[in-house]
Each structure stands twice: as C-alpha cells, then as structure tokens.
C-alpha cells in the first residue's frame, strides 16, 4: 500500500500538481487518468522522488518515504519497479542485457537462474526471440513491452507503470492490461498505472483516480465513472466515440 | 557562484554508495577503448603536425648564425612537453571526449535512462560518471606521451626533409639539457586536465534539461567550460610548480 498526502510541486511559477493525496492498494491495479498535460507523470515521479515535490508526504506500507535517510530510501527504492513513458531502454545494451540489468545490479542469484527469469518475462510480455536486439532496432511498442519486462523482472514490490499501452495497437494493449493485473493479483504487488486510455479504464480500472489540471477531482472505479457527476471527468470519459454511443443507447 | 557549489556536491556524490568493484572494472575498460578510439587519430594528426610546423618555425626565428642549429628541436622538445603535449592537446581532448561524454549523459537523461537507474536505487552519478573520470585518468596521460613523441618525431621528419638541421643535430638537441622534472609536470597536468576534463563535462552532460537540442547545447558548454578550466588550471600549475622557489 502506498499512501500519498497533500503532494504539491511547481516549476517556476507554473503550478504542476496541487494537494493530492490518496490511498494506492495492492493487490489491483490502481489507475491514475487524466488528459495529456495534466501533470500525471510528475505525479509518479514525486512518488518515487525522482522529482522532490514541494510539499507532502509519501508512505510506502507505513514506511515514511519523504522523511526516510538516504540509505533507507535506497532500499524502499530497490523494491520498485518503473515503466517510464519513452520505455527508458538503456540505449547501449540489448533487450537481455536490458532486462537483466536489474537482476545484475542488486540480486544475487546464478547466471543460469538469472538467464531464465529473462526469458519468462520476455516471453510473458510477448517477445521470446528478441533477446540479442538492440533498443534501436525495436518498435515503440516493442520498447515499451521491453520495459515492463525490465521492471518485473525482479519481482518488485511497487510496480509503476507510466502509459502501459501508448503506441500499442489495441490488442497488445489488451494483453499488457492483462499482464499488469495478474501480475499485480499473483504477487501482492502495489501497482500504480498512468494512462488516458479509456480501454484499459473499462478493463482493468477497479480503483481509479482522476487528474485535471492538477488537482485530483473524483476517484472511484470503473462501474461508476460514467455518472460521477464531475463534469471534467464526462468531457474525458465521453470523449471516446464508442463510450459517447453507448451512452446515447441508454448503456451507461 | 551556485553552479560551483553544485558541481562539488556532484563530484561528491561520485564516491558515495559505490557499485562493486567488479561492476566498474568492465565499465572502465569499456571506457577506455571508447576514448582510445575516439580520440587517438586525431591526436597523432595534430601532435605530428605541431611539431613539425614548431621546428620550421623555430628555424625561422633563429637566425643569427652563432646560434647552434640542435638549439631549434631543444626549442621543440621544451615546447612539446610543457604546452603542446598536456595543454594543447587537451583542449583537443574537451572537443572530442568531453563533448560526447556530456552528449552521452545528456541523451541518457532526456530520456530517462538516468530516472531508470535512480528509481533502481542506483547511485547515477557513481555508475556512469566515475568510470568516465578513472577512464580519462587513465588513457590522457597515456595519450599526451603518444602526443609528445608524435610531436617530436614530426620535427625529426620534417627537419630532415627540409634540411633545417641533421638527424643528428636534432636528436642532440632533444637531449641536450634535458630537465626530467618537465617530464614529470607535464604528466601531473595531464592528470588535473584529464580530471577536469571529464567531470566537468559528466557535469554539464548529467544536468541537461529539456531535450535533443539542449543534448546540443550541453555538449557545447561542456566545451566551453571545460576550455576555460583547463587554461586556469595550466597557469594556477605553472604557477606552482615552475616558479623558482
Ligand atoms: N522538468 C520539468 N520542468 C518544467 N515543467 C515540467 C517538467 N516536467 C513536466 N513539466 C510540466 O508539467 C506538466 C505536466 O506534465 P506531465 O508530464 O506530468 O503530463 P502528463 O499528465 O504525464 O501528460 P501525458 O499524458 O502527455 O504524458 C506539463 O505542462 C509539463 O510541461
Ligand atoms: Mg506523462
């Protein structure tokens, strides 16, 4: 579980995030939507204090985060997994190299069995076969499935997603969707997903929490977004074509 | 003022929460190739090209006849290892290493690839930026020697070719009074160039905000800065060690 409260941040004068707080679970995916801009990514960041936002307080499973020494923070910080929005591959290293960086740097584990846990992540986000291929021979969708297989490849505790499915074609995005909340379900984790993708909101959005300009305006899940009653929220629900037409058939 | 002060906390920050030994040995080595190879043609084709235009130029300065011709590659030797070997050549040194390791670290931080490392709980700065240093410790030294011999072997050819003065001449020359203490000041110049060289750069490159075109701009700064840090540096050190005591 992770609990944020009173998160404020400003570059320069313009104000980024203002006061959120809220509560992530584990064991379900908790969505973070919002219209492109909005300050969702920064949101992340402060999370994790890759941005030191300017005021508020971050708690991972009690464990205060803002407050913690460095040391501490190392240790909070080795049980994270990230998906950044570009992917964030590391340019000079292949897909395999990539992915097992992480098992590199902080497990302790055999060559063999790290080999291994490479190629059951790979292969769980589609891309058996991509191993000796550089990030730059890659799709952007193909970077993205490389990414996440990075951030779960060690098991991680906190798993933070940012735009799972942006450049996915729908089915990929489906099958991503997918692979988030089982993971999520199977390993307990605490699972933070940004996206603006009303798809996987429909699909995976039990815990949802909505963003706009800043503020945090509803929060919910997604049998009741479409009578929320909070007017920012319909224009970025009905928005979608296929949700404006079901709610012209009576369906929402 | 306040870029200073950050840049110590950054050079701070290189030794604390190291990776393992074993993590960076493979890093410095692949380092030290890349600079190796980045900048080692260069280097020949300019050092070789320095010397040579020294001696002819030398040998036109020197005209009175009472002056022995191996004065000229002495006039050489001197300028190779005090100013051109350490000095000049790491100005080329900024231009090549410097600005691809800030365009390096700056493409890494645009997209990410720094975040990737910190929110692993990764010491950024430890892990990409001190093998950068050790590496550049290593191979300028090793790259101002290769430079010095360069130069000198330039004006061994080229006084031979024109006839300014006799192999013969010349190697006397370059050995006639020779102070080894020269020697050695040109290699403690190369260290604290090599050192300012790289983390000013790491430096500039690390901190870059934005995207590809302040990448550019960083790399470009990176330069600049490290340009004029190395010319103080040269006459802070003349200074020091050269003055007679
Ligand atoms: N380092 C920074 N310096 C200054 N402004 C920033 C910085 N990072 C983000 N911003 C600004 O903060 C605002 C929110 O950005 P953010 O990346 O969080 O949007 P987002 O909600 O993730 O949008 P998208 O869906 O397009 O990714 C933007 O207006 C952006 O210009
Ligand atoms: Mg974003």
Redo the contacts with the bound molecule.
Sequence with gaps: MIEIFNISKS??D?K?LTDISGTFEKGKPNLII????????????CIVEL?TPDEGKVFFDGRNFTDASRKEKIEIRREIGMLF?GGALFDSKTVEENVRFPLDMLANMPRDEKQDRVNLVLNRVGLKGANKKMPSELSGGMRKRVGIARAIVNNPKYLFC??PN?GLDPQTSIVIDELIRDLTEDYDTTTIV?T?DMNSVMGIGDRIMF?HQ?RKLWEGSKDNITHSGVKELDDFVFANKVMMAMKEKGQV | MKEIGRYFIFLGNLLVNRESFKTHYKLVIDECVLIGLDSIFLFILVSSFMGAVSTVQTAFNLVAPYIPKYVISQVVREMTVLELAPTVMAIIFAGKVGSSMAGNLGTMRITEQIDALEVMGINSINYLVLPKVIASLIMYPMLVVVAGVCALVGGYIVGNITGILSPDEYIYGIRYMFNPFTVTFALIKSFVFAFLVSSISSYKGYYT?GGALEVGISSTKAVTTSVIAILLADYLLAQLLLSPA
């Design positions: 570059f320069g313009k980024v919002g219209a492109s801009g909005t300050g969702k990514s920064v949101l992340l960041k941005i929005q940012d735009e942006s940004v603006h963003i800043g | 905000r």
